[in-house]
C-alpha cells in the first residue's frame, strides 16, 4: 500500500512542477522540450499499471 501513496505523491508533484513549467512558456512564448516529457512520463505513469492489470486478467 505504501508504494500506491508514494506513487500518488510523485504523480502529484510532477503534475504540479508540469503546470509551473507551462505557465512559465505561456509566459515566455517560447515551447521547451521538458514540458513536454514530464506530460508523456505522468500519462505513462497511468496508463502502465492498467496495462499491467489489463495482462494480468488475461
Not at 501513496?5 to 521538458?34: D, H, P, Y
Request: hydrophobic share 60%; net charge positive; charged share 15%.
Amino acid at each position: 500500500m505504501k508504494e500506491i501513496a508514494w506513487l500518488w505523491i510523485a504523480r502529484g508533484v510532477c503534475f504540479a512542477i508540469l503546470v509551473s513549467l507551462l505557465i512559465r512558456n505561456a509566459e515566455t512564448g517560447k515551447m521547451q522540450i521538458l514540458p513536454i516529457v514530464m506530460a508523456i512520463a505522468l500519462v505513462a505513469s497511468f496508463v502502465y499499471p492498467l496495462l499491467q492489470n489489463y495482462r494480468r486478467n488475461d
